[in-house]
């Protein structure tokens, strides 16, 4: 168990929805970051906040939204979704800003239908 | 721009026999390096990592690492197999550049036969 939680587990929705996906990091970790898992793009990275404001960007779509609440948990919106977008979302948590380990959650399995 | 390569996108080895999973990268900026293991169904856990000094690593579970610049390589080894060593492992760097991002590789799936 990494200390990091993410809810729900698994999402299953439709063309053109919108849903939220929720991270808790670990206890006393600042950073959060986003990654999307699928099978034909690999890992990817989304981006990152640390303590509470956005540090980096990655390959974030712009119907994709993230924010980190004052008490760090964190939210990834996706707006409306395509088949493409289904994907294991995962959340990641460190220390620091930069170069830490990252801890990984278990991940939110989202199928697009 | 910067890159991560994972040479083989599956290996298999005999259980005992050596693992080595390659790794290279591409980075105009010192880089931090790091290797994770993913079992079925679950997140990323860290193996190990390397930012500064010694540029031989060791991890977890007897898995160790040789960072060599100017091969920009980072690949990963562990002497003998074990059956619990099946799973994906995937290379990433962590760089600087207008803010930390991490780049992964495309992950190698490891196979050990009994």
């Known amino acids: 168990d990494s200390g990091v939680t993410q809810t729900p587990k698994h999402l299953i929705t439709a063309t053109g929805q919108r849903v939220t996906l929720r991270c808790s990091p670990r206890?006393?970790?600042?950073?959060v970051y986003w990654y999307q898992q699928s099978l034909d793009q690999g890992l990817q990275f989304l981006i990152q906040?640390?303590?509470?404001?956005?540090?980096a960007k990655g390959n974030i779509l712009e119907r994709f939204s993230a924010q980190q609440f004052p008490d760090l948990h964190s939210e990834l919106n996706l707006s409306s979704l395509e088949l493409g977008d289904s994907a294991l979302y995962f959340c990641?948590?460190?220390?620091?800003?930069?170069?830490?380990?990252?801890?990984f959650g278990p991940g939110t399995r989202l199928t697009v239908l | 721009a910067q890159s991560v390569t994972q040479l083989g996108s599956h290996v298999s080895v005999s259980e005992g026999a050596l693992v080595l999973l390659r790794c290279n990268y591409s980075?105009?900026?010192?880089?931090?390096l790091f290797w994770y293991v993913q079992y079925p169904n679950q997140g990323l856990q860290l193996l190990l990592k390397y930012t500064t000094g010694a540029t031989l690593v060791k991890g977890i579970n007897g898995f160790e690492a040789e960072f060599k610049k100017s091969e920009t390589s980072f690949h990963l080894t562990k002497p003998s197999a074990h059956m619990s060593d099946a799973a994906e492992y995937f290379c990433?760097?962590?760089?600087?550049?207008?803010?930390?991002?991490?780049?992964f590789g495309a992950g190698t799936r490891l196979f050990v036969k009994a």
């Open positions: 980075s105009s900026v010192p880089p931090y």
């Open positions: 206890s006393g970790d600042l950073s």
């Open positions: 990433a760097v962590s760089i600087d550049s207008g803010g930390f991002k991490t780049i």
């Open positions: 906040y640390y303590n509470g404001e956005e540090r």
């Open positions: 990641a948590s460190s220390v620091g800003p930069a170069g830490n380990e990252q801890f």
